[in-house]
């Protein structure tokens, strides 16, 4: 079992879920981004230990607007975010996502939550003040000025072709039929 395994099985079991939705072989399979964040000073020395991690991707979806229109976009998701028991509270968990959220030079507003736990939307309240989120009938969540910040490129909304190439991996989300 690899560290992603073993992180990505520490994280369904913070979330109570079922099984990892994070593993080693769905990071080959799948053009995510992990983020893992490391504190060097951690013994055994020169190992260090792992704090956490924050898994994103871009995602197909059909999100409802505030008219409860259909809109086909493409936002940059986040998929699985986890800090250790013993480190969370301590502000680890912002200092990953921001350093996300500058190496993907996204805005707060513009992201899709996948399954956000009670924890994660807390996080996001305090830290970004998402609050209002956009009713919607698949598990993703975005907030209030998703629509006002999405732009040309990654993002939408937009009405492209399917891409058949770039199913993505099925969370329980709408996603584009192939
Ligand atoms: N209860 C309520 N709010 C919490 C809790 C908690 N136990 N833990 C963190 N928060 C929120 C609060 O807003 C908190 O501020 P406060 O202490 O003033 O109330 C804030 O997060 C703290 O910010 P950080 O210290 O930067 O966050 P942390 O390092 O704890 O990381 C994270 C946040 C990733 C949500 C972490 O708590 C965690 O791993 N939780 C368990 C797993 C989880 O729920 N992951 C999200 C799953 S959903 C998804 O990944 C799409």
């Not at 998929?79 to 912002?94: A, K, T």
């Not at 939307?121 to 609050?131: D, G, I, M, T, W």
Request: hydrophobic letters at 35%.
């Amino acid at each position: 079992m690899t560290i992603i395994d073993e992180l990505g099985k520490a994280s369904a079991k913070a979330q109570h879920l079922p099984a990892p939705i994070t593993s080693a072989s769905r990071m080959q399979s799948n053009r995510h981004v992990m983020y893992i964040l490391k504190d060097t000073s951690a013994r055994p020395a020169g190992k260090g230990a792992i704090v956490g991690f924050l898994k994103v991707g871009y995602k197909k979806l059909f999100v409802l607007d505030d008219r409860e229109a259909h809109n086909e976009v493409e936002p940059l998701c986040i998929l699985d975010f986890y800090i250790h028991e013993s480190l969370q509270r301590h502000g680890h968990g912002r200092e990953l996502f921001q350093h996300m959220l500058q190496k993907e030079r996204v805005e707060p507003h513009q992201l899709a939550i996948d399954r956000p736990s009670q924890k994660l939307l807390k996080f996001l309240n305090k830290h970004y003040n998402l609050e209002t989120t956009v009713p919607q009938v698949n598990n993703f969540v975005i907030f209030e000025g998703f629509f006002a910040h999405q732009h040309q490129g990654h993002g939408g909304p937009r009405w492209p072709g399917w891409d058949h190439s770039t199913a993505p991996e099925s969370q329980g989300g709408l996603t584009a039929p192939t």
